[in-house]
Every structure is written in C-alpha cells, then in structure tokens.
C-alpha cells in the first residue's frame, strides 16, 4: 500500500495536486491511503510500503510551518517520493534553506544520472509550478539527477529509496510516479 500524504492547506487544492496521484494509482490498481500531513500518525507510516508526499499551490507554505510533522522521514527506511513541497520537505527535514526561484509552465529537464527508470542524458518536457527550491548540492547524502542553473530538480538519495523532483510528473509524466510505484 502507498501512502499519499497531502501538503494541501485546503481541501480545494488537493483536487490539482492528490486527486491526479489517487488517480493514477487507481487507474494501475495500486492500493493506496490518503491522509493529510497533519492528521497522520506513526501507524499510517509503518503500514504503508511506499509514501509519496505530494505538492500543492503556490500560495501555500503552512507545511513549512509544520516541518516537525516530518520529522520520522530522517528514521523511516521506507521508499519516498516527494513531489514539489513534498521535495522541499525532504530537504528541509535535511537542515537545508530554500531558496526563491519562480518558474511555471512547460520546461525540458535533461537528467544527467539514471532517475526511477529514466536514463541518464534523457530530456524530458516537464510541468513547472514553484515559487521556492531547495539547494541540494550541499546535502552530501543526495545526488542531483537534473538541474536547470542552481536548482535540483530531481533528486536521489545515495543511501536509501529517497526520490524527490520538483516539477509536477502528476501532469505530463504520470510514469515517474508509476516507476516509483513498481520499483
């Protein structure tokens, strides 16, 4: 089972950034539960078998907030995927700073180490929504797999199942989140 976690503030927003993650999973007949970061507890972690930390709007911050909330993500030994804030997130729980960088729309990433099943010196054409990003060139127990001028777009763990990008795969790359699904 996947556990989703919503970053949303409000409910309207998980219908742009959950809803098409339930979806795809749905659609695969991949077994997942839902739940929003501030009402979940140590059980739904240790009963889910991946965790995939979903974005939300431009607007909206107040995980940042509540960045404690986050804290077993140090611990857990679990695949994890986060996507937008939820890649923030990962690298806040890791004691990095974000930094602003605005950048909406349709982007080509070329990723310069293999990602989730997408080889190395692949280009991909992927959807943009963020205000923030976090520097991952200084967090030593993480590889940068793309990167458009100073900001990571996609990250990997070198140690554990970690996957973070900071564009949207819920959009126009529905197979990333697949392959983290299957892998």
Request: charged share 40%.
């Given at each position: 089972m996947i556990l989703i976690i919503s970053t949303c503030k409000e409910k309207l927003h998980e219908l742009e950034f959950v809803r098409p993650i339930e979806n795809i999973l749905k659609k695969n007949r991949i077994s997942y539960l839902t739940k929003h970061y501030m009402i979940l507890n140590k059980n739904d972690v240790n009963k889910?078998?991946?965790i995939i930390i979903c974005g939300t709007s431009l607007q909206d911050f107040?995980?940042?907030n509540h960045i404690d909330k986050f804290s077993w993500?140090?611990?857990i030994n679990k695949p994890i995927f986060g996507i937008c804030s939820g890649m923030q997130i990962i690298g806040l729980v890791?004691?990095?700073?974000?930094g602003k960088k605005i950048e909406i729309g349709f982007y080509k990433e070329k990723f310069s180490k293999n990602f989730l099943n997408i080889k190395e010196n692949t280009e991909k054409?992927?959807?943009h929504l963020h205000n923030n990003y976090i520097d991952f060139s200084k967090l030593n127990d993480f590889e940068i797999c793309s990167k458009s001028?100073?900001?990571s777009q996609a990250v990997k763990h070198?140690?554990?199942?970690?996957f973070g990008v900071l564009f949207h795969p819920e959009v126009r790359n529905k197979e990333i989140i697949l392959n983290?699904?299957?892998?």
């Open positions: 889910a078998d991946k107040d995980y940042v993500i140090k611990d890791n004691n990095r700073v974000e054409e992927v959807y001028g100073r900001v070198k140690n554990k199942k970690i983290f699904a299957s892998a």
